[in-house]
């Protein structure tokens, strides 16, 4: 199961890259053209992630960053538009992502309120069965015993008997034969 959700995983991201794409297109579009966009917007988080980026790559090749120099203003507004293009993908990926999360609990809450119901059913048609039965086991204990049963089909084979015995079979008329 595992392994065949990791494809189809991929290829979601994919398909939601593909379709925000145009829309982080036009942002960095609007980085260029637009001087407020791009002073107030896309400056500010370059120079931040540039800033960490070199902070980290000197610590790790054991220097001390103390001062680390700004970035131009032409590659701080590239890079301030591409930051923002790949935060509006993932924006829309982890919108797309909390939207399913809200339609998955949904359906498991449609799901057990299902099954509630299904069960509450099914402990009313027990509880009607159990009358039922009640009942049924109070019309056997109103019904005469088996052995007073037996008693009356034995006084009518007596009186079948004495009835008999009183009657002779008559003999058979004959058939008058041609």
Known sequence: MVVGAFPMAKLLYLGIRQVSKPLANRIKEAARRSEFFKTYICLPPAQLYHWAEMRAKMRLMGFRAEAVKPL????????????LGEATVFLVAGGCLVLEYWRHQAQQRRKRSERQTAWEAMRDEVGHLALALEALQEQVRAAPAQSALEELQAQM??????????????????????
């Open 72 to 83: 131009n203003e032409d590659a701080a507004a590239e890079l301030g538009a591409e930051l």
């Open 157 to 178: 084979r007596e009186v079948r008997a004495q009835l008999c015995a009183r009657d002779p079979p008559s003999a058979p008329p004959a058939t008058p034969e041609e």
